[in-house]
């Protein structure tokens, strides 16, 4: 089992749709999770950054973290084409030593106008 | 854009070969980090610098090699290259601080033939 499951779609959505992302992840040491978002050909930029469990809202993304579920979700409301891109979660414990972020898949999303 | 800058964008390379790849980090970052990101997979992270020295490894071999210089740039350093070496590769830089995340550069693209 990874320690990052991350559904990788592709998902389909028209403009305006909500979309929902989510992990699944089995390390319990996780405290810092994020949500990024890589185009075709580019690095990933970072979308949210949340530490430990709760909601955190940014225009019309919201990222949730449960940590009792281990489960964390992005939501990204009246969605647009300019949303369409690979959207990675990734993860890290709140240990001393490397700043090592642990990866999902990524799920590549389309919004169709 | 997030300051941190890869070079070269492209490289071709047969196998056996050795190859080198730069990262400037953004101004004010002390810690940069490496990831492999193969076709349809999450970044996975090879090493982190900070203040010139490897702090943090994943689970590469030692044929991937590291270089942070005084102002914070990098190299890695891929020997005898194999064909699933052929991924992006992604430089990262932070800066100090518990809570900081990492801001990626938009990576170099290596084909090993």
């Known amino acids: 089992q990874k320690e990052v499951e991350q559904d990788p779609g592709p998902l389909s959505v028209p403009e305006g749709a909500i979309v929902s992302l989510n992990c699944t992840y089995s390390?319990?040491?996780?405290?810092?999770f994020m949500w990024y978002r890589q185009y075709s050909r580019k690095g990933p930029e970072l979308l949210m950054y949340?530490?430990?469990?709760g909601n955190k809202e940014d225009g019309r993304f919201t990222a949730q973290v449960d940590k009792s579920s281990k489960y964390i979700s992005l939501f990204i409301r009246d969605s647009q084409p300019s949303d369409s891109a690979t959207y990675l979660c990734?993860?890290?414990?709140?240990?001393?030593?490397?700043?090592?972020?642990?990866f999902g898949k990524g799920t590549k999303l389309s919004v169709i106008p | 854009e997030t300051g941190v800058t890869q070079s070269p964008t492209h490289l071709i390379k047969t196998r056996g070969q050795q190859v080198t790849l730069r990262c400037s980090s953004q101004?004010?970052?002390?810690?940069v980090s490496w990831y492999q990101q193969a076709l349809g997979q999450g970044p996975q992270f090879i090493f982190q610098?900070?203040?010139?020295?490897?702090?943090g490894r994943g689970n590469f071999p030692p044929r991937f090699s590291g270089l942070q210089f005084p102002n914070y740039s990098s190299e890695l350093n891929v020997n005898a290259l194999e064909l699933d070496d052929s991924a992006l590769y992604l430089c990262?830089?932070?800066?100090?601080?518990?809570?900081?995340?990492?801001?990626f550069g938009p990576g170099t693209r290596l084909l090993v033939l």
């Open positions: 990262a830089s932070r800066p100090g601080g518990p809570g900081e995340t990492q801001y």
């Open positions: 390390n319990s040491a996780f405290q810092y």
């Open positions: 949340t530490y430990s469990s």
């Open positions: 990734a993860m890290k414990d709140s240990g001393a030593g490397s700043y090592q972020l642990t």
């Open positions: 101004s004010g970052h002390n810690t």
């Open positions: 610098y900070y203040r010139e020295e490897e702090n």
